[in-house]
């Protein structure tokens, strides 16, 4: 264990679901992450919530919405997603101005769509 | 925008063996990450370099950062069967900020016995 958790660790859903992606740390951090994990390409960064303001990305689909309700919670809320969203998504944690201690991630949610 | 090149894309080494990765940026490098993954899980942070020549070691596994602060290697010495992975190399845009990592595609790393 990490310290970073996240849930569910396998998803199935169709292309007209809507369902949720949930990460949570206690490991008094205040920047929290969602990344894409996709096979053969790098891990992508797709939102950061530094002191639970997000900073924008515009290259992610609207399809995906995230949602940091306080310093220990994000959340990835999916919907009318399409089978090439199918990856691993990871979330991270680090504490921001804080040098050489890394950010921590989750073990994933790996998310198929059908 | 920051790109990080790993070398070799898969790496093949009898255990016992040892082994370097390398990890090649394309701009001046704040703060650099080595992880290591299972398939299909999370990453396990190894070590992190920040200066100039910097070298560090844990167990096994060293990590090192050139002068220039452009390029990593990370050399695994008597491999083992625990080492198989993948490892990624991550870069920081300005060290401490929460700007989030940029990573280069991995490395493959398969022992044989």
Redesign the interface.
Known sequence: ETGVTQTPRHLVMGMTNKKSLKCEQHLGHNAMYWYKQSAKKPLELMFVYSLEERVENNSVPSRFSPECPNSSHLFLHLHTLQPEDSALYLCASSRQGLIGYGYTFGSGTRLTVV | SQE?EQSPQSLIVQEGKNLTINCTSSKTLY?L?W?KQKY??????LM?L?KGGEEKSHEKITAKLDEKKQQSSLHITASQPSHAGIY?C?ADGR????????????THLIIQP
């Open positions: 990080l703060g990450y992880y299909g899980e999370g990453l396990i942070f992190m920040q990624l991550g060290g401490g900020g929460a700007d989030g990592l940029t990573f280069g595609k991995g």
